[in-house]
């Protein structure tokens, strides 16, 4: 990421809080959950003027890997390879969801069962897989990014938690 003045961090960051709200797009971890204030600005395309659709937020974590848990992952025969490339699915998976669903058209959220099975396919992995493992993490706090709700026609949705539907209390 190249060198951004204060002044551009915080027009950057105040870009970003106006379209999602703030969760690492790799662990899918809000503040309150990490325990921090802030997360990082991480900069994926370098491009001037600068643009707040080549940013993304991550906590220190996820910005900062340590060289030496790589070695780890990497250098432990137990794992294979197979259990290595699933190891990095999921953060493309999450990396998949937030683009989808922060879409403009979008709306800030997506048909559940379809997204089910899209983000299968491109993922690499099977429907449970998705539906068990990484779905749930991300939605079943009450500080996790999405939210799985119906529609007034029964269908499952995934929104970006805090843009969901009230629902109306009928008295
Ligand atoms: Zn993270």
């Not at 250098?75 to 197979?82: C, F, H, L, R, V």
């Not at 089910?116 to 991300?138: C, F, K, M, N």
Request: net charge positive.
């Amino acid at each position: 990421m190249g060198r951004l003045n204060g002044r551009e961090i915080k027009y950057i960051r105040e870009e970003l809080e106006k379209k999602y709200p703030e969760y690492c797009v790799n662990c899918g971890k809000t503040p309150k959950q990490l325990g921090v204030t802030k997360l990082e600005l991480h900069e994926i395309k370098y491009d001037r003027p600068l643009n707040s659709e080549n940013f993304i937020l991550l906590c220190k974590k996820c910005n900062h890997p340590k060289p030496q848990n790589v070695n780890l992952i990497v250098g432990t025969s137990s794992i294979t390879a197979e259990h290595r490339k699933n190891l990095e699915k999921e953060p493309f998976f999450r990396r998949l969801l937030h683009g989808e669903i922060m879409k403009p058209e979008n709306n800030f959220h997506l048909p559940y069962y379809e997204t089910l099975a899209w983000a299968a396919y491109e993922v690499g992995v099977s429907i449970d897989t998705i539906s068990r493992r990484y779905i749930p993490v991300l939605t079943d706090h009450p500080t996790s990014p999405y939210v799985t709700k119906a529609n007034n026609f029964g269908q499952m949705e995934i929104w970006v938690r805090g843009y969901e539907p009230v629902d109306e209390v009928l008295f």
